[in-house]
């Protein structure tokens, strides 16, 4: 019986919620298929805080280092929002991405055929959609130094550095194709060449990394320009590689092409083994809805199709990760909806039924 280690840090506001049903899930497939899942659990973020004083603490980076995956939750909130406390619930996240070598972020955006109603875009524009967004996410605007506030005698000044290297651009590019080249064989590649330095370098790495791909057709986008046509024509896309910023800005954009984050998965990626498997970090693309924690209204789909991908991409475990993903389909197609995704004729349920439910179906 294979065995596998699994770091949960639920984290803030609905975090805890969705995760006790992704747990629910795993424990259903860790029967059924016979695996053994060890499960440990950490607090992050704003619990991180409240219990230890940081949100993040060393003890868990060496936990999650010690294991195979790491779901995650979701973090932030009211409570710490003061933007120049020391202690922010946001370092868990960046924390554990950086510290982990988790560079390569993947969030898929598919439309369900029956939640395209619900969408805020018409059916006929999302016919079609099925996308993989790829987002750098250890460097960029997030990490590069300098990155500070000041006081001068002129007033208060700020700032943040746009660096990327060769290395980091070339890795993440060949995430981009070789995720292509398994799916249509389109790669975008968006940038901001016609203003800014790392984009001009961004676009001539992808131009060089594609001449080893000829069989997947690149093409490079404006971001700006990216972001008008993820609305206007998002079936035209099969995999976009864009750096941190503009991936954290273009991901929130196309995860509402579904209607709701709530359906969202993600999944983080390090180093890989030659076996293409390796340590990784899921979590929805939602954050902590503090306006609904506590009330079984959150949607934990997004959460349950996280720990699929974990499944498929941190264990190998294909068919479990597309039974969970087949009993969340189902389940979807017999009405059932959480509030976020109810529509006219749909069985309205609330977090723990919708648990309950996938659990159910597997
Ligand atoms: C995301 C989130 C995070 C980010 C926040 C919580 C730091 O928005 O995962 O997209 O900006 O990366
Ligand atoms: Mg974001």
Known sequence: MASYRILLTPGDGIGPEVIAESLKVLEVVQKRFKHEFQFDEEQVGGAGIDAHGVALRPETVEKAKKAAAVLFGAVGGPKWDNPQAIARPEDAILGLRKQLGLFANLRPVRIH???????TLKPEVLEGTDMVVIRELTGGLYFGKPQKRWETARGRQAVDT???????????????????????????????????RTGQLWREIATEVGKEYPDVALEHQLVDSCAMR???????????????MFGDILTDEAAMLSGSMGMMPSASLG????KGLGIGLYEPIHGTAPDIAGQKKANPLAMILSAAMMLRLSMGLEKEAAAIEKAVDDVIAEGYRTP???????KTVNTIEMGDLVAGKL
């Open 113 to 119: 055929p029956l939640l395209a109603a619900d969408s």
């Open 162 to 196: 746009l660096k990327y290297s060769e290395q980091e651009i070339d890795r993440i590019l060949r995430v981009g194709f070789n995720l292509a080249r398994q799916r249509r064989k389109k790669l975008t590649s968006v940038d901001k060449a016609n203003v800014l």
């Open 230 to 244: 993820l609305i206007r024509e998002p079936s035209s896309f099969d995999v976009i590689v864009t750096e941190n």
């Open 271 to 274: 180093k890989r083994d030659r």
């Open 340 to 346: 976020d995704i109810a529509g006219t004729g749909s």
